[in-house]
């Protein structure tokens, strides 16, 4: 299941630096990326698992954007504000929508 997005916005020169930046600024631990110039962020992810991400990114043709039914799900850096998990790794999984 996909998580509820928020603040996500719009970039015709979108990069994955551009939305883990956005995402975490806003304080969440993930930035989402889809359909290729989309950012959204989120406390949360749902099903992952290895998935087809055929988009790259409108600002960055050697990075992932997630795809039309996938998302491709970054670590902002940013802690969960539950519990004391701390992801520090940049790259998560490209998770089914």
């Known amino acids: ?7 996500s916005f719009y970039s015709a020169t979108m990069t994955v630096d551009m939305c883990v930046s956005y995402c ?5 631990p993930y930035a989402n990326l889809f359909y290729g110039n989309q950012c959204g962020c989120s406390m949360d992810y749902g099903n992952s698992g290895t998935a087809t991400c055929p988009y790259t990114c409108s600002g960055a043709a ?3 954007c997630g795809g ?3 998302v491709a799900v970054y670590n ?12 520090g790794s940049s790259l998560a999984t490209a998770l089914n929508s």
């Open 1 to 7: 299941g996909s998580s509820m997005l928020a603040y």
């Open 24 to 28: 975490r600024t806003q304080a969440y």
């Open 62 to 64: 050697n990075q992932n």
């Open 68 to 70: 039309p039914n996938n």
């Open 76 to 87: 902002t850096g940013t802690p969960l504000r539950w519990g004391n998990i701390h992801f």
